[in-house]
Each structure stands twice: as structure tokens, then as C-alpha cells.
């Protein structure tokens, strides 16, 4: 039953789920091929690309005429775990298959002072896989999730110095997760399927005092979701073994109740966010850029869950309440772009991510979130006036406290540091085409 009660809390959390290696918490900060190149810095109030029409629509000014973007931001992890203490010799790495984030972007203006624009993207997922086998799987077997975000925007020009943006984000996720848990020697294997839609909003200024520097500061809400699914429980053993509830005596009755599939409903909320970002075009030559971004992961700090595996159970009636146990967490990059030619500009970045993860006995092996340092490189190319082609590449390394416990505790076992994360890595490639109408 505990199983059972984890992987759903665990997969409506991945729902909205990124993994660690891409942003902290659940969050995909990858929604432009050419400011991954910069490390996300001055991203939106760069006016390079068509981005800031998801990170801060009132950007939308810097680009007259109708205009559109499409790329993508290719993934590929490095999750490699060893064991210590009990677990000495545990060697596992939760790498999944190479993924694409693919992102496109419309701005259209439509007179001197009106601007209309349109953002989708997936702002949340994850791909995360060990061995079933592995002696940590209740810290997580796999995970697999995906989401897609529909982001109408609206901006106003107020004046040569002030912009002005807002738009509505709905949201459509889906996750898979796989877990193992059980009750003393008995284990069972749980897989999860839930999805969700649900809306925000989101706003955005930009101040320009000069002609050559800009400010933005935008906002995006929180997101209810209200996620709905199905979980199967199948694969019980006994000492490693497989058994038949009848075979277990009075406790078989209780597991039996955990077994075939059940219904799992949770309200949870992903994080609001805001962004500062500046850029300050130096000469024809020099562009230099930052970010601040401050993400509410605070509030994610529990989620009830309710199912049909609990009606049975005394003192439960249905209800489960998991504990996050999650802090706010700050990214700050600078980069800088080199307009070498009327064609060609060179760029880079360099930033640093907090991670969500308080106490890291809460960490799981399906979200090894931990602070993350980014390395970034990139170019732009103009194939003709009106075609531009980005290309970048990034690392992003996970720093400090990488620990993962054997438990959290919250099944009243005492925990355990099982091992560490030797590498936390995430290497990124990404590729667009902005065009200009």
C-alpha cells in the first residue's frame, strides 16, 4: 500500500515535473535554442530571438512586422550514481534516452502600438530510468513526462521607453512513473499514468531609459492542476520471491487491496516565477545581458492525494498527505553576444541555479535536484535579411550536496545516506530558424 501511495504522489508531482538536470525543481528553462547560448541571460529583452513572447511578453515590441521561430533544445543526462555504507557498491545511473524540447514562437504587429503573439512550449518534463532490479527503487525506477503549454500574449507599446505585456498559459501534462516499494519483505511494482489541464496567466514590462540599454521584469502564476489518472500495482514478492496474497495471512488482505489498477486524483500547484533581465548593447560590436530569476518552490511543500487503494484502510478514508519539503530557489547568469559581422554573432554565458531540495533526505532518484552550474556557447547566422539560424550548446553541472538517503523517513524507517550522485550532469544542443515576414 505504501507503494502505491508513493507512486502516485510521485507521479501527479511529476505532472508538472522537470528534471534537476534542466532546472531546478520541475521547471524546463529551455524554451529558446539561441539564449541557451548565453545562459539565459537578458533572454526576451535581448530582442534577438522571438523568446520573450513566453518569458516576458511586453518584448514583443523589439520585433516589428510579423515574425516566427521554431527550434528545439536537445537533452541528454548524466545521472551517475554510487552507493555507500549498506549500499557499497551500488553502481546506477539514471540517464534516459536524448530528448528534444522543441519550442516556436508568432508575433504579429498590428498597428503602432499593438502587439499580438503566441508561445508553445514545454515548460515542464522529465525522462529519467534505472534498472528495475536496482537496490534503490523506492527512490524512484523511472519517470517519463510530457507537457505542452498554449500561451496567448498581448503587448502595448506605451511609449518609446515603456512596454507593456500579458497573456493566459493553459496547460496540458501527462507522466508515466515507475516505483517499487513494499511493506517489510514484501515489495510490489507500481506504474502510473495521470494527465492534467489547467491555466495561468502571465505579465511582463520592459523600461528602455536609453536607446541602447533595456529592463524587463515579468511574471508567471502558479497553475492549479486537478490531475487525474490510474495506477496498476502488479509484481508482489516475499523475500524476493513471487507470492500470492493468500500466502501472506492476515497481511495478504491488506496488500491485496493495493493490487490491479485504482483511480488517483491530486490537486497540486506548480510554482509561480518571476524574472528581472537586462541588456545593454555596449557599441555595434558588444551586447552584455543578465538574469534574475526567483522561483516559489516553497509552496509546493505538500499535496493531498486521494484514491481508492485508501478507502479500506482505517484512519486514511481515502486521503493521503505527502510531504515536499522544498525552498525557494534564485538563478542568476550573465553572457554577452559578439556581432563579429552583419551575419555572424558569437555569444556566451555563464550562470548559477539553486536547487529545490531542502532536506535531501527528501531527494528521489527520479528528480536528483541539486545546484547546477551553466556553461554556455552559441552563434547566430543570417542565411538572408529576413532568416536567421541559431546554434548553441551548454553544460550544466550539478554542484554541492548530491546525496541520496535510502529513505525519508516518512514511513517511520530510519534513514540511511545510501549514496551519492558522482555526476549530475545535463549536456545541451540547440537549434532554431527565426524568420521575418
Known amino acids: 500500500m505504501k507503494m502505491t501511495m508513493k507512486a502516485a504522489a510521485a507521479a501527479v508531482m511529476a505532472v508538472c515535473a522537470a528534471s534537476a538536470a534542466h532546472a531546478a525543481g520541475f521547471m524546463l528553462t529551455e524554451q529558446s535554442a539561441g539564449a541557451l ?16 513572447v513566453y518569458y ?37 545511473n539514471g540517464q534516459y534516452n536524448t530528448q528534444a524540447i522543441p519550442h516556436g514562437y508568432i508575433s504579429h504587429q498590428l498597428t503602432d502600438s499593438m502587439w499580438i ?21 523506492n527512490r524512484g525506477i523511472s519517470a517519463e513526462v510530457l507537457t505542452f503549454d498554449f500561451n496567448p500574449n498581448l503587448a502595448w507599446k506605451v511609449s518609446d521607453k515603456l512596454s507593456l505585456g500579458v497573456g493566459m498559459s493553459i496547460q496540458y501534462a501527462a507522466a508515466d512513473l515507475k516505483m517499487k ?27 528602455s531609459p536609453l ?14 492542476h486537478n490531475a487525474d489518472g490510474d495506477f496498476t500495482v502488479d509484481n508482489l514478492r516475499y523475500g524476493g520471491h513471487p507470492v500470492d496474497p493468500g500466502d501472506l495471512g492476515g497481511m495478504g488482505q491488506i496488500v491485496a487491496t493495493a493490487l490491479g489498477t485504482h483511480d ?4 497540486i500547484s506548480t510554482p509561480a516565477w518571476l524574472m528581472a533581465t537586462a541588456a545593454w548593447d555596449v557599441n555595434d560590436l558588444l551586447s552584455l545581458y543578465a538574469t534574475f530569476r526567483w522561483t516559489d518552490w516553497s509552496s509546493f511543500d505538500t499535496l493531498n492525494i486521494k484514491t481508492s487503494a485508501l478507502d479500506h484502510i482505517p484512519g486514511k478514508n481515502g486521503v493521503k498527505t505527502v510531504e515536499n519539503h522544498w525552498q525557494d530557489t534564485y538563478l542568476v547568469s550573465v553572457g554577452a553576444d559578439l556581432r563579429f559581422t552583419n551575419w555572424w554573432t558569437f555569444r556566451a554565458g555563464i550562470g548559477y541555479e539553486t536547487s529545490a531540495v531542502d532536506d535531501p533526505k527528501y531527494r528521489t532518484a527520479i528528480i536528483p535536484d541539486a545546484d547546477r552550474l551553466w556553461l554556455a556557447l552559441g552563434s547566430s547566422f543570417k542565411a538572408t535579411e529576413n532568416m536567421q539560424i541559431d546554434v548553441s550548446a551548454a553544460w550544466l553541472h550539478g554542484v ?5 538517503w535510502s529513505t525519508d523517513g516518512s514511513d517511520h524507517k530510519v534513514p540511511e545516506k545510501a549514496g551519492k550522485f558522482e555526476d549530475l550532469d545535463a549536456y545541451l544542443f540547440g537549434v532554431q530558424l527565426v524568420y521575418k515576414f
Open 400 to 404: 554541492g550536496e548530491r546525496n541520496l
Open 211 to 224: 536607446d541602447n540599454l533595456r529592463f524587463g521584469l515579468s511574471y508567471r502564476s502558479r497553475i492549479n
Open 56 to 92: 516576458n511578453p511586453a518584448t514583443m515590441t523589439l520585433h516589428p512586422g510579423t515574425q516566427i521561430q521554431a527550434g528545439f533544445v536537445a537533452v541528454g543526462l548524466d545521472l551517475a550514481f554510487e552507493g555507500t555504507n549498506d549500499y557499497a557498491g551500488v553502481t546506477e
Open 117 to 137: 503573439g503566441l508561445a508553445m512550449t514545454v515548460p515542464f518534463g522529465m525522462g529519467t530510468e534505472y534498472k528495475d532490479d536496482w537496490r534503490l527503487a
Open 264 to 267: 488517483a486524483t491530486a490537486t
Open 37 to 52: 547560448g548565453r545562459a539565459y541571460a537578458g533572454v526576451g529583452v535581448d530582442g534577438t530571438d522571438l523568446s520573450g
Open 181 to 207: 516499494d513494499g511493506l517489510s519483505d514484501i515489495t510490489m511494482d507500481g506504474e502510473v499514468d495521470a494527465d492534467s489541464i489547467a491555466w495561468g496567466f502571465n505579465v511582463g514590462l520592459m523600461w
